[in-house]
């Protein structure tokens, strides 16, 4: 049995992903309680949310004021102010022990019969629930980076959830205005099973010198209809994520995942990307 009535949505991790899932959730109405580890992170996030409702309320894409909207958001360092949502969605490192430490929090403070879900983009459902008790109603729903702007969910079925448990996953993000797909609980899923070696080959091709980082992505977004060439979206996603991706998909895959070397050394000289002001590209 999984709670139905959702009120109140939870949501652990107030960076890049955290902060778009509670600004889309505010946004359809839902209460959300924003949790992370440390205020500043969680005030990082409410700046994330402010600038992103400023942008939407310019373009005039909101039905309601951005300060009504930041109000349904209450921010907290404490992990018992999850305890009374309805529905939980984790946001925080792309690590299998602290997903499962937070999973182990999760069911000792929040209700028995309520959601638990993952925005993991490569770990595997069925093992951040492996120690629980109860693993049957926790689920993968994967938002894609900016959550406000970007339409899909994907739905990820750990091998204990139950139907009741995916069938609520696609409505809430439905309800969040979202359109989802249904993935099984393998590797990268469908998103980054395939995304991961296109943004490592675009990599590679830019180390051997196939043409310039520009050409790269423009020979991709007009050959192949995508908004975006692999650097620059690669940059967007955060090249410390691409490459913990790539890694988690190396070692459950094999050698056809392995990150590219200039991936690799990027995120050793701290150039993370966008979030950093430089990548394969620099950002003011
Ligand atoms: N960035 C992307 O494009 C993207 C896309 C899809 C999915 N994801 C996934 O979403 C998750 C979050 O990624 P992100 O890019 O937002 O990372 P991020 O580094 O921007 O944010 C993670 C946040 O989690 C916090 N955190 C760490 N441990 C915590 C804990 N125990 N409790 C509460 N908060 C904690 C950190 O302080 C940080 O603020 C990861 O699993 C990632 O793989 C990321």
Request: charged share 30%.
């Amino acid at each position: 049995m999984v709670r139905e009535q959702i009120d109140r949505i939870g949501v652990v991790g107030a960076g890049t992903m955290g902060s778009g899932i509670a600004q889309v959730a505010a946004t359809t109405g839902y209460d959300v309680v924003m949790r992370d580890i440390e205020s500043e992170f969680v005030e990082n996030g409410f700046d994330t949310i402010d600038d992103s409702l400023g942008r939407l309320d310019s373009r005039g894409d909101l039905a309601e004021e951005p300060a009504t909207i930041r109000d349904r958001i209450e921010g907290t360092t404490l992990l018992d102010d999850l305890g009374d949502c309805d529905l939980v969605i984790e946001a925080a490192l792309e690590e299998l022990e602290v997903k499962r430490e937070v999973f182990a929090d999760l069911e000792r403070v929040c209700d028995e019969d309520i959601l638990l879900a993952t925005n993991t983009s490569t770990l595997s459902i069925t093992s951040i629930a492996s120690d629980l008790e109860t693993p049957e109603r926790v689920i993968g729903l994967h938002f894609m980076n900016p959550v406000p702007i970007m339409e899909g969910v994907e739905v990820v079925v750990g091998e204990k959830t139950t139907e009741a448990a995916t069938d609520l996953a696609h409505h809430v993000a439905e309800d969040l205005g979202k359109t989802t797909w249904e993935a099984d609980d393998k590797p990268g899923f469908v998103t980054n099973r395939i995304l991961m070696p296109w943004i490592n080959e675009g990599i590679r091709a830019y180390d051997e010198g196939v043409a310039s980082k520009e050409d790269i992505d423009r020979g991709m977004e007009l050959g192949t209809n995508v908004p975006m060439g692999p650097l620059t979206l690669a940059d967007h996603i955060g090249l410390d994520v691409c490459l913990h991706a790539s890694e988690t998909l190396h070692e459950e895959l094999g050698d056809r995942y392995k990150p590219a070397y200039l991936l690799t050394r990027k995120v050793e000289a701290g150039d993370l990307g966008k979030k950093t002001g430089k990548g394969f590209y620099e950002y003011e």
